[in-house]
Every structure is written in structure tokens, then in C-alpha cells.
């Protein structure tokens, strides 16, 4: 039955729609002035100034100062009408905010780009340059849940192309590995609130349906950092984290990168399945 429901909850809201140790180590960030080159200004900020990282703290989600003004984008899926708001998103500033304009990162190409395509050479090597690349297992990005559905495969058509846990309304989200933040808003149609991050290997992964995202474009997130609220905005029928990941250019099952000890026991089958 709970399967059941489940699989209902997410139906469409991830299928076509546009598209770990159990206390991890923090990775090495490397200062970002010694290694992007010509960013300019972009560098370790000195206080009260802005700061690159997100948020010193793992254990709290970062503030947000402003929020983006509401832009609320809804659009029809067959017969279902969704809404990609309330948009929840924290206004870029700062250093961060100069280093995603200066790599075109933070706009809906850039969204589309990293969830439907290659990420940008130019991106790949800035986030070379300031991470390290995602170590197994990865942590897993929601504390508290249930039991979701996997990446789906229906011959070579992807039906659904991440996992869901379905989570409450507020439930915090983790970045599965240290990152660049790539996109924070809710431009892509479907996805609702969706958060997008770069990884040191060129990885890409993605948070959609989002209550509200606590980083923005250009900042530094550490692996198991708090960066957003589970929601249900968007094409979604029930508050979930849907996630996506992506390795070497192409859609991946996210669950090989996780360890049956550093993944919730009632998320187990959808990791075996991925085996
Ligand atoms: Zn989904």
C-alpha cells in the first residue's frame, strides 16, 4: 500500500518532467583566489565581508539575508496544472554572487545545461580548482523520510530520471558532496524550487521540489552541509525530495554512489535495486 501511494505521490512530478561514512570527513576547500585565476576579486573573504562558503555550520542552514522577489511560473502536464512557486531562493551577493556571473552559472541556460547536458568545460575546471571530487559513499541528503521510487528505465526512455524520498514539507536537505553551487531558483518548469550543484569531478546533482534553498550561485557547499528545505513545489503530488545525479555527461543511478551502512534502512531496496 505504501508503495503504492508513493509511486502516486511522484507520478509525474519527476517522470518526464524537465528533467557517505556515517560522519563524513569535511572535505579540503581549496581558497579559491589561489586556484580560479583571472575570477579577480573572488577570494577569501576577510570579516564582515561576504564569504564564498555558504555556511561555516553543517548542523544549521544557512541565513538567508534576501530572498528573490516572487515569481510565481505555473504551467499545465497534460491535465495537471503545477505551480513552480512560492519561489524561495536567496537573492546572490557577495563574492560568490561575482564568481556565478563571471562563469555564467545561476540562470536558467546554465539549469538547463547542467541537468540536460555536459557541464561547461569552463565550469568543470573552476570547481577542479575548489574541490575536491565526491568520495564513496556520498552522504545521504535527507535525515528523515520514506521509502521512495528510483531511476526508472522503460527500454531506453528514462521515465523517471532520479530518486524520490518522500519527506515533509521543511525536512532538511544535505549536499551529498562538497560543490559549487550552480543554480538556485525555480525557472525550470516542473521542478519547482531546484537547487543544482557542481562537483570536483564534473558530477552534477540536483534537488528538486524544494520548499526553499538556503545557497545561492557561486557559493561553496561542504558534503553533508544543510542547503535547503524538502517541499512540493512544482509538478509534484506530495512533499518529496526528488534527486537527480549526473557522471561523465550522462544521467546515473545516484544510488550506486551510496553504501547500504550510510543509507536509512527504508531506503535500502531502492540501493539494491541500483546494484
Ligand atoms: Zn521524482
Known amino acids: 500500500m505504501l508503495r503504492v501511494l508513493v509511486a502516486a505521490s511522484c507520478l509525474i512530478a519527476c517522470g518526464d518532467a524537465p528533467a557517505p561514512t556515517s560522519e563524513p570527513h569535511r572535505p579540503r576547500i581549496v581558497e579559491p583566489a589561489a586556484r580560479v585565476g583571472d575570477v579577480g576579486d573572488v577570494q577569501e573573504p576577510r570579516e564582515p565581508g561576504p564569504r564564498l562558503h555558504a555556511s561555516d555550520e ?47 552559472l545561476g540562470t536558467h541556460r546554465a539549469a538547463a545545461e547542467l541537468i540536460r547536458a555536459n557541464p561547461r568545460p569552463e565550469w568543470i575546471a573552476a570547481v577542479r580548482g575548489l574541490v575536491a571530487a565526491p568520495r564513496f559513499p556520498m552522504t545521504w541528503p535527507v535525515d528523515e ?12 526512455k528514462v521515465v523517471h530520471r532520479g530518486v524520490d524520498v518522500t519527506a515533509e514539507v521543511g525536512t532538511p536537505v544535505r549536499a551529498v558532496a562538497a560543490a559549487l553551487v550552480g543554480y538556485a531558483d525555480n525557472t525550470v518548469d516542473g521542478y519547482g524550487n531546484l537547487l543544482v550543484l557542481l562537483h ?67 531506503m535500502r531496496p531502492l540501493l539494491f535495486a541500483a546494484r
Open 200 to 266: 570536483g569531478g564534473g558530477e552534477v546533482s540536483a534537488y528538486a521540489h524544494l520548499d526553499a534553498i538556503h545557497v545561492h550561485a557561486g557559493q561553496l557547499v561542504d558534503e553533508g552541509q544543510l542547503v535547503a528545505r524538502a517541499g512540493n513545489t512544482g509538478l509534484s503530488r506530495g512533499p518529496h525530495l526528488h534527486f537527480e545525479w549526473r557522471e561523465d555527461g550522462e544521467l546515473a543511478d545516484p544510488m550506486r554512489r551510496f553504501e547500504e551502512a550510510h543509507v536509512p534502512a527504508w
Open 58 to 104: 553543517r548542523s544549521a542552514l544557512p541565513e538567508v539575508a534576501r530572498w528573490l522577489p516572487e515569481a510565481r511560473r505555473c504551467g499545465r502536464f497534460g491535465a495537471r496544472r503545477y505551480c513552480n512557486g512560492p519561489r524561495r531562493a536567496p537573492e546572490p551577493e557577495g563574492a560568490s554572487a561575482e564568481l556565478a556571473s563571471q562563469l555564467g
Open 145 to 156: 523520510g520514506r521509502f521512495g521510487r528510483g531511476v526508472q528505465r522503460r527500454g531506453r
